[in-house]
């Protein structure tokens, strides 16, 4: 991406995203959301996100890998199980961060 | 006179308050705004542009998101639409917020909205539901937004700091991914939230093919709505 495309995405992006902000306490604040929109509207971001782990873990290079060589796979799923069992966001990413590395110097290095 | 310094001594302790109230949760987004700066750099996104994203867009995970479409060369047209979805649950606090400042000069309108995050809503909307003088509490949330918007850019600048320093060697374009996961896993309390984010996670990896980077958007969509119907089908069977 351009430097100038680069700019205008963000200032479009952010633009958007004020006037969300913006859309009912100046536009229509006499509105109202109906419950079914506000439902689907909790699983954006679970639903976003998860969307970008997968391939992440999965295609760590643009091409499918499930051989134990994947070691961003190995760093992923600790950090799922660490994720799940603490609950603790700095202890994910220090966990997942460590064992990326040490994999990395030790079992796969470039 | 007296009464004239009284309001303001009311209006000074309701702004200090919001802040003081925004401080734990602060700690927190201190290091996601750094790992965001780190990020942005390892995305290949030049530092001024990295900080201003900070500033005009000024929302976490849809900056993080931005930053890993463009690190695998996504079209921008793709990248807007993809940010756009992330944010779009912000319409829900925008909505919930709009009650307590109807009466507001549009000035405050544009600006309490502009700082309307996830972590200054949780804040400013537990404080509106509280009893009290309703005619001061946009300070309140004018100082947590504000002590927020302060942090979240200078974390930014120190995690762009940082990532110039750091050799790409250390795969710290990793840690993104890793705050997602820590962000998703526990987010997973329910059924309908789990087969969502499985649905998208699939999608996502078997719509890979699709052209412009659209996978992401696409399987966003899915798990929304598989999410979405596991919900009404348990409202339905109650």
């Not at chain 1, 391939?55 to 190995?74: E, K, Q």
């Not at chain 2, 995050?117 to 504000?146: C, P």
């Not at chain 2, 998208?200 to 412009?212: E, F, G, R, W």
Request: hydrophobic share 60%; aromatic share 10%.
């Amino acid at each position: 991406m351009s430097l100038g495309l680069l700019w205008m995405t963000i200032i479009i992006v952010g633009l958007l995203t004020l006037g969300i902000r913006l859309s009912f306490i100046v536009f229509m604040h006499k509105a109202r959301i109906s419950p079914m929109v506000q439902q689907a509207l909790r699983f954006v971001p679970v639903a976003v996100l998860s969307a970008l782990i997968a391939p992440a873990l999965f295609f760590p290079r643009g091409s499918m890998d499930l051989s134990p060589g994947n070691i961003r796979l190995i760093a992923g799923v600790l950090a799922i199980l660490v994720a799940w069992r603490t609950k603790n966001v700095l202890l994910t990413i220090v966990v997942g961060m460590a064992c990326l590395l040490i994999l990395q110097a030790f079992v796969a290095p470039r | 006179m007296a009464v004239y310094n009284g309001a303001m001594t009311t209006l000074r302790s309701e702004f200090l308050h919001g802040i003081r109230d925004e401080l734990p949760i602060l700690i927190g987004v201190l290091p996601f705004g750094m790992i965001y700066g780190v990020s942005a750099l390892s995305a290949g996104i030049p530092a001024s542009s990295a900080q201003a994203m900070s500033c005009i867009v000024f929302a976490g995970s849809a900056q993080f998101v931005i930053a890993q479409l463009i690190a695998t060369g996504t079209p921008s047209l793709v990248v807007i639409l993809t940010a756009f979805i992330v944010n779009i649950r912000h319409m829900l606090y925008s909505a919930s917020v709009a009650a307590y400042t109807s009466k507001l000069h549009p000035l405050w309108k544009w600006l309490l909205a502009y700082l309307l995050t996830d972590e200054a809503y949780a804040v400013a909307i537990s404080h509106y539901q509280k009893a009290g003088d309703d005619m001061q509490k946009h300070w309140y949330f004018l100082g947590a937004g504000l002590a927020l918007w302060t942090t979240w850019q200078l974390s930014t600048a120190a995690g762009i700091f940082l990532g110039g320093h750091i050799p790409a060697s250390w795969s710290l374009d990793f840690a993104a991914t890793l705050t997602f996961i820590a962000l998703v896993v526990p987010a997973l309390k329910d059924n309908a939230s789990t087969a969502a984010a499985l649905t998208a996670a699939l999608t996502a990896l078997l719509a890979i093919a699709l052209p412009l980077k659209l996978g992401i958007a696409v399987a966003a969509l899915f798990g929304m709505a598989v999410g979405l119907s596991l919900e009404m089908k348990k409202n339905r069977d109650r």
